[in-house]
């Protein structure tokens, strides 16, 4: 499995990179996925093959089904009184500098070099070494093949991190961005020990009763444009509680609108705590759904994306489903 030339290049600058500096700052978007957290814990074991002192930082609390990864229990929830001590920090994960949160802040204020390691096509980068590469599935791929490039194998916790990143964004290897690379490096991580099984039955199959309750309740609020082509469906903020779900619990619910045959386009509208709507994007291809959520201000990939919207539910639903039934059109 070859790796074009200008990206190797780019890659041995970031090899380069996690070689010039004692201590680093690790950290992924806000309310972070599989392969957000998965990225830091892999990038945290390179790092540490090198010597190197690690500090991961989050601003969102973290999902419980990850626990069982490399340095999970060590990754730190982002507040103002903390001290941290790091001369270079690594954004994984993130399309844009403010998905950071306030952790972004606190690298400004450091004024410290900042490598940008993602696979959003909308990031338009942010950092002083920027690698940015659509086509790979998950930030997680981009770490392994930086891996591959320095004379150090991955061990078998390095290894789940990789394939739960990998796994958890190709959705279980059925989304169109499991291309043959994903497929090689998911067979190199199963030599290395990965149990496929395991992880897929722990992170695609197993819910809480609070994720079936939230399921239930969300099914329930299914709503179609006329023409069946665009679906959605609202969770308030209340919900949560309601169900005795957890926020991560609402990922997946967005695929069983998109996965009805007429449909084109799957929404999933979540009120925060703030009265922020966000918004989450699922297209089968007809629409370029980061385009979209580039126009409210968010971002993403072609079939996946989403947005914040600060007006009311209502409106919110409005003001989208018009912005996809236009760009169907």
């Not at 939230?214 to 099914?219: E, G, I, N, R, V």
């Not at 079939?303 to 639903?317: I, K, Q, W």
């Amino acid at each position: 499995m070859s790796i074009a030339a200008n990206y190797e290049a780019q890659l041995k600058e970031a090899i380069a990179f996690l070689q010039g500096y004692s201590s680093y700052l690790v950290v992924a978007h806000e309310n972070p996925d599989g392969d957000a957290i998965s990225s830091c814990a892999a990038m945290s074991w390179l790092l540490e093959q090198y010597g190197k002192s690690v500090t991961i930082v989050n601003q969102s609390e973290l999902p419980g089904r990850l626990s069982y990864l490399y340095h999970y229990d060590d990754i730190i929830q982002y507040q103002s009184d903390l001290e941290l001590q790091f001369d270079a920090a690594i954004a994984l994960d993130c399309a844009d500098a403010s998905r950071l949160g306030d952790v972004f802040a606190l690298i400004q204020e450091r004024n410290v070099p900042l490598l940008n390691l993602d696979h959003h096509a909308s990031n338009h980068g942010f950092g002083t070494l920027n690698i940015i590469r659509p086509n790979a599935a998950a930030t997680v791929e981009m770490v392994y093949d930086m891996i591959k490039l320095t004379p150090h194998t991955p061990n078998l916790e390095c290894a789940k991190a990789l394939y739960t990143g990998l796994l958890t964004d190709t959705g279980g290897f059925r989304y169109s961005n499991t291309s043959p690379s994903v497929m090689a490096m998911a067979s190199d991580l199963l030599a290395l020990g990965v149990s496929a099984y395991e992880l897929a039955d722990h992170l695609l199959e197993k819910m809480t009763m609070g994720k079936l309750k939230l399921l239930q309740t969300a099914l329930s609020r299914i709503t179609f444009h006329e023409d069946q082509t665009i679906g959605w469906v609202t969770i308030m903020k209340d919900d949560l509680a309601n169900c005795g779900a957890v926020s991560e619990d609402i990922e997946g619910i967005v695929n069983y609108i998109l996965n009805v045959e007429e449909v084109e386009v799957g929404i999933l509208f979540k009120e925060s705590d703030s009265g922020v709507i966000k918004a989450s994007i699922r297209s089968k291809g007809k629409v370029n759904v980061s385009e979209v959520a580039q126009s409210f201000g968010g971002g993403g990939h072609v079939r996946a994306a989403g947005c914040r919207l600060t007006t009311n539910m209502e409106e919110s639903v409005n003001s989208l489903v018009e912005a996809i039934r236009k760009a169907l059109t």
